[in-house]
């Protein structure tokens, strides 16, 4: 049986557990030039150092308009890339792989970062905003109209991502993951309520899949044959006509086949007001769905906060790995901490806190 301590091989990339960190954006670039901080290497160190097999960064624009505030890190600058490996040098120091969640955030894009603001939703452009694009112009609720993109503007964004993925790697990450999840751009073209557009792109599932399996393959392409690439869905907008769990097995059985290597999945965003049912697990059997019905490899994520309840997601097959956001924020050596929990032992202890193990 599989335990959250084992490990797993993804393409060239040895994880040393099962027990991750997802991405977590901080809004924390107060300079807003996309430069990650002081902030993000001991925010991405500790849970390196706290034991996790894989850290997530948070959701980085692979352009300036893709952010969804200004903010957020970006990967698409030298300056960038420098940061960023001093970040990654550290988290492999602690023996951590480390991923970076390329974004756009499309109609979700140009608002005031979430906290330390006069102001909620669209960022006018006085102030720093940018106007926002999408497959169609339709507004997020609440938030200022998009521009809907051209045809001939969406090689631009297969480009765009495949030259993020390329600095990803200058940078030092092992793996990257496309952020297609939480009603960002990749989403809203996913998901019918959003995608309107009476092109290749838009209608069918093939058409509305179309540009992430074009991403997919430019990256894939970009980083080699020894990069992992995952893919974040949210598997439903918890709304009727919408995207949901079917439609999100169908596309990561395609994404697998264009060269993606691991899901994780989500659930959300794309709807304002819509009701999730929360509770402990509760995204878990979305991941199951989607392992079992894809015959791929997923993680689970979403109110996972306890080694037992992370144990038995993994040794009962439903997912592959375990993500914890919140919790590994509240306690980044949660993996030190589970581990002590379940009697197991750890070679990964930072040696400078070998004298707080627990007896
Ligand atoms: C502060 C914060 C920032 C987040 N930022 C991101 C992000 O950058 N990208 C993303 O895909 N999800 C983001 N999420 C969602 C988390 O990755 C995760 O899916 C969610 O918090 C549910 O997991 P949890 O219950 O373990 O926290 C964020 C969540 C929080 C609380």
Redesign the pocket.
């Known amino acids: 049986m599989t335990g959250i301590f084992d490990p797993l091989d993804i393409r060239g990339v040895h994880v040393r557990n099962r027990l991750w960190v997802?991405?977590?954006?901080?809004y924390s670039v107060f300079e807003r030039d996309g430069v990650p901080t002081d902030w993000h290497l001991a925010h991405l160190g500790s849970f390196a150092r706290g034991g996790a097999g894989l850290v997530?960064a948070?959701?980085t624009g692979i352009t300036p308009e893709g952010r969804i505030s200004p903010h957020d890190t970006g990967i698409w600058s030298t300056a960038q890339v420098a940061a960023w490996r001093r970040i990654t040098d550290f988290a492999h120091t602690q023996g951590a792989a480390v991923g970076l969640?390329l974004?756009h955030a499309g109609r979700k894009a140009s608002v005031w970062p979430?906290w330390g603001s006069p102001a909620k939703g669209t960022m006018p452009a006085d102030q720093g905003g940018w106007q926002t694009v999408a497959p169609s112009a339709v507004a997020f609720e609440g938030y200022a109209p998009p521009r809907a993109l051209a045809l001939d503007e969406l090689p631009d964004v297969v480009a765009a991502f495949a030259a993020a993925a390329r600095r990803a790697m200058d940078a030092g990450f092992d793996l990257v993951e496309l952020?297609a999840?939480?009603g960002y751009l990749l989403h809203q073209f996913l998901s019918p309520l959003s995608n309107h557009r009476d092109d290749a792109y838009g209608g069918t599932l093939e058409n509305r899949a179309r540009l992430l399996l074009e991403i997919v393959r430019a990256v894939r392409a970009e980083v080699g044959g020894a990069v992992p690439v995952f893919v974040?869905f949210s598997a439903t907008d918890y709304s009727d006509g919408g995207w949901d769990a079917e439609q999100t097995a169908v596309v990561a059985g395609w994404a697998r086949d264009a060269g993606a290597d691991f899901f994780?999945i989500?659930s959300g965003g794309l709807m304002a007001g819509v009701r999730i049912p929360l509770g402990p697990g509760y995204?878990v059997p979305f991941a199951e769905f989607v392992r079992t019905s894809a015959g791929v490899d997923v993680n689970a994520?979403?109110?996972?906060?306890d080694a037992a309840q992370a144990q038995q997601i993994v040794e009962s097959g439903q997912a592959d790995a375990v993500?914890?956001?919140?919790?590994?924020?509240r306690d980044p050596h949660f993996p030190l901490r589970a581990a002590h929990e379940l009697g197991v032992e750890l070679d990964y202890w930072p040696p400078q806190y070998l004298r707080a193990r627990w007896p």
């Open positions: 997802p991405a977590l954006c901080q997530m948070e959701a969640q974004a979430e952020h999840a939480h974040r994780d989500s995204q994520v979403g109110l996972i906060t993500m914890l956001g919140r919790e590994s924020m």
